[in-house]
Structure formats: C-alpha cells, structure tokens
T-cell receptor, first 110, second 114 residues
Framework: GQQLNQSPQSMFIQEGEDVSMNCTSS?????WLWYKQDPGEGPVLLIA?????ELTSNGRLTAQFGTTRKDSFLNISASIPSDVGIYFC??????????FGAGTTVTVRA | GAVVSQHPSWVICKSGTSVKIECRSL??????MFWYRQFPKQSLMLMAT?????????EQGVEKDKFLINHASLTLSTLTVTSAHPEDSSFYIC??????????FGPGTRLTVL
C-alpha cells in the first residue's frame, strides 16, 4: 500500500500542552485509524473513524475524519509523560488493507 | 486485554535457517489476518493477507516462497521465514480485523538473523 503523509515527524512538548498531528493522502479512505506504538511492542488502537466529517473523542484524545476523506487529525489535550511514543495514522481502503503514515514521535518534557 | 498474541516475542537464528512465527486471535474467530514488517524507525508495511482455508495473498515485492503463510484454523496464522538472511532481520507484526474494519495488532516478533 501507499504511505500516507504524516506530520510532524517528531515533537517535543511540555507536560500539560496540547498536541496536534495530521495525515493526508492522495487517495480516499473508508476508515481512518490512529495507533500508538511503544518501543518493542505492537501498535495499539486509539481511535477509529468511519464517516467523513466524523469527530470522535477517547479521553484526552480527539480525532477527525476529513470531509474529503483524504485526511485526518489527532489531538491530545493536556499531555502527560505516558503520552510518549510513536503515533501512526492508518487509512483503510476498499480492499480492507491498511496504509500507514510514517509516524509522529512524541517526547514529553516533565 | 490483548486480543492477538504472537510467539515467540523474539528469536535469533543463523543465516540459512527457517523461523516460524505464530499469531493467534484470542477472542474472535478470524478468517482474515494480516502480516506486517517494520524496520527500525520506520512505519509498518503490509506483507500479506492470510486467509483461513485458502492461499495467502502477498503484496507486490514480497516473495511468497520466502515468507510462507499458513492459516490453518480460525484462530491461528503462521509466518515462516525460509532460508533467513541478515536482511530479513526485522520486527514482524500480525493483526486481525473486527468485521474487516478496525485492525488489532499483536505484540510483534523481533527476528535477528546472524
């Protein structure tokens, strides 16, 4: 599959700050998924989005499925040390396969 | 709790040997499972789709004779890396879907080929 354009590549933030990252694609997707991966582990699903324009929250996480179906963003509010990790967006196409972004590495300064 | 398990979590082998990695769906019968490979500091790349009771479908550029996939039951898919070489060293991760929408990933297997 294709690789999605995910930005920023990395970010250093202060504890308590809000974090934003986004993904864009040249293709339309039916589903957008956001995952977090800790070192040496598999990705863990954070949020799933199924409809264009959908805005979904999971605790301090909020994500939106872009209206063009070619983009999505993820916000993390009031970051805490355990938010450290790599965040991946993934788009699911008609054949149910996932295409991933390159990842955003988040480092939190206490 | 975890819905997908993998075994082993890490393996070191000599060049030329074969390695089998197991992926189990713990809470759901999965007719479809997926295998990914992830190199250090890179994203996940889909290798193949494992189909219960039929042949796996491989992504372009993935050698089916090198990466043998067997999906013998609704809860188990295996990936065998045949005649492994150092360039096959990677993090191998499987996933299963839920209704072909969300995908849940296993914890991964770190393969190091000496």
């Amino acid at each position: 599959g294709q690789q999605l354009n995910q930005s920023p590549q990395s970010m250093f933030i202060q504890e308590g700050e809000d974090v934003s990252m986004n993904c864009t694609s040249s293709s339309i997707f039916n589903t957008w998924l956001w995952y977090k991966q800790d070192p040496g582990e598999g990705p863990v699903l954070l949020i799933a989005l199924y409809k264009a324009g959908e805005l979904t929250s999971n605790g301090r996480l909020t994500a939106q499925f872009g209206t063009t179906r070619k983009d999505s963003f993820l916000n993390i509010s009031a970051s805490i040390p355990s938010d450290v990790g790599i965040y991946f967006c993934a788009g699911q196409s008609n054949d149910y396969k996932l295409s991933f972004g390159a990842g955003t590495t988040v480092t939190v300064r206490a | 709790g975890a819905v997908v398990s993998q075994h082993p979590s890490w393996v070191i082998c000599k060049s030329g040997t074969s390695v089998k990695i197991e992926c189990r769906s713990l809470d759901f019968q999965a007719t479809t499972m997926f295998w990914y490979r992830q190199f250090p500091k890179q994203s996940l790349m889909l290798m193949a789709t494992s189909n219960e009771g039929s042949k796996a479908t491989y992504e372009q550029g993935v050698e089916k004779d090198k990466f043998l996939i067997n999906h013998a039951s609704l809860t188990l898919s295996t990936l065998t890396v045949t005649s492994a070489h150092p360039e096959d060293s990677s993090f191998y991760i499987c996933s299963r879907d839920r209704g072909l929408r969300e995908q849940f990933f296993g914890p991964g297997t770190r393969l190091t080929v000496l």
